[in-house]
């Protein structure tokens, strides 16, 4: 048996909209209400990971710090080793010593064995930035918007993996983890539009046309891509029925669940969790079926 997936997540009682650091970012839209329901689409995220076997940290809320919610920003976690992010916008730099203290603490506790500085200058939005591919065994790392092009080398020389940039287009989706989602069977959904052409020369090169996933523009600004993988499940917001069925004839299981309070804030799924466990070692799948 394998161990269970670990994530973090933070509790959502300071989330607000408060401030617009990108397109999708409202605060005169938003309303008591949502912050309500933004309450209830945590707990059911949270519970739905749980139901998968999934084990959830829940840090606490920090007012003043409304996206703290979304620690795939936090760092970037490979073999227990944590690389902390330094945050593009001054809203969000207050959560640096917060994650820098929870990490502290994950580490006392076992959890990490390894927490790890960014050089001076060099800006990096943590795993919604740099997504590991477990089964190529690279990240790939998304700069422009948020995370800058000098985080790629440190990432490289942190964790001794291959970094694969991928310059990331546009303003509505300005982490790689809105638009770009490697799945477990070798498959990629990625948004087109949200590229340069360079980046999307990239991974048509290395993705073979079998294994591409398109999603469109209403499937990416429904925040789907933005998906957590679990075996052949996909958790993620509230789905078009063209991208169930696409997932669905790959195989794939979605449960969805209503983040719109959070898409507010442009994020869903992947972006309010962050995963602690994963290994460079492929995951010892025939071991894992016996
Ligand atoms: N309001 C947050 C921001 O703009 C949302 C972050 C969502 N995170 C993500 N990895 N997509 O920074």
């Not at 690279?138 to 001794?160: E, M, T």
């Not at 075996?231 to 993620?236: D, P, R």
Request: charged share 25%; aromatic share 8%.
């Amino acid at each position: 048996m394998t161990a269970p997936a670990r994530f973090l997540m933070t509790d959502p009682a300071a989330f607000d909209v408060s401030y617009r650091i990108n397109p999708w970012m409202d605060p005169g839209a938003w309303t008591a209400e949502h912050r309500a329901a933004a309450l209830a689409a945590s707990g059911e995220l949270r519970a739905a990971l749980q139901a998968l076997g999934a084990h959830v940290e829940t840090i606490e809320a920090v007012r003043g710090l409304p996206d703290l919610v979304f620690p795939a920003n936090a760092a970037v976690v490979l073999d227990g080793r944590v690389l902390l992010a330094r945050f593009r916008h001054p809203e969000r730099q207050g959560e640096e010593t917060v994650f820098r203290a929870v990490f502290a603490r994950l580490k006392a506790r076992g959890v990490v064995s390894e927490v790890i500085d960014l050089p001076d200058g060099v800006l990096q939005e943590g795993a919604g930035d740099a997504i590991w591919d477990a089964g190529r065994g690279w990240f790939w790392a998304g700069f422009g918007p948020r995370s800058n092009r000098a985080s790629l080398g440190v990432i490289r020389k942190v964790f001794g993996r291959e970094v694969v940039g991928l310059e990331l287009a546009s303003e509505r989706f300005y982490h790689l983890d809105t638009c770009f989602c490697p799945l477990v069977g070798g498959e990629v959904l990625y948004h087109p539009d949200a590229f340069t052409p360079d980046a999307l020369a990239t991974i048509r090169a290395r993705i073979a046309e079998a294994d591409r996933i398109e999603a469109t523009a209403e499937e990416a600004a429904a925040f789907c891509v933005n998906a957590v993988n679990l075996g052949q499940t996909l958790v993620m917001a509230r789905a078009p029925a063209t991208l169930r069925a696409k997932l669905e004839a790959r195989g794939y299981r979605l449960v969805e669940i209503d983040l719109a309070p959070f898409i507010r804030s442009g994020g869903a799924a992947y972006c309010m969790t962050l995963r602690l466990d994963r290994t460079s070692d492929p995951r010892p799948a025939i071991l894992a079926a016996e």
